[in-house]
């Protein structure tokens, strides 16, 4: 089945920087598109990025600029390279192919 393991979470200050990875199985990763899905306390959760089979991103447009999302198909793993981090950045992040996600790994931006 398929499996999705978010890890690299932390706590950073602001301006800091992390870099998420999401292992994936159980699928053909290299023809998926795979998303990261961010939810703050007490908010809905919300697309942070996406990356289709073939390169093409897309960004939310609090992140534009400072959120880079890459993909490794040899690894079969998805990046978050997150600069410039702002309290307002604190979430669990969560890994996302169709309708499976992973666990979620906690981010913490301190001002």
């Known amino acids: 089945q398929v499996r999705l393991v978010e890890s690299g979470g932390g706590l950073v200050q602001a301006g800091g920087s992390l870099r998420l990875s999401c292992a994936a199985s159980?699928?053909?990763?290299?023809?998926?598109?795979m998303s990261w899905y961010r939810q703050a306390p007490g908010k809905q959760r919300e697309m942070v990025a996406t990356?289709?089979?073939?390169?093409?991103?897309m960004y939310a447009d609090s992140v534009k600029g400072r959120f880079t999302i890459s993909r490794d198909n040899a690894k079969s793993t998805v990046y978050l390279h997150m600069n410039s981090l702002k309290p307002e950045d604190t979430a669990v992040y969560y890994c996302?192919?169709?309708?499976?996600w992973g666990q979620g790994t906690q981010v913490n931006v301190s001002s």
């Open positions: 996302k192919e169709y309708d499976d």
């Open positions: 159980g699928f053909i990763f290299s023809i998926r598109p």
């Open positions: 990356i289709a089979s073939v390169g093409n991103t």
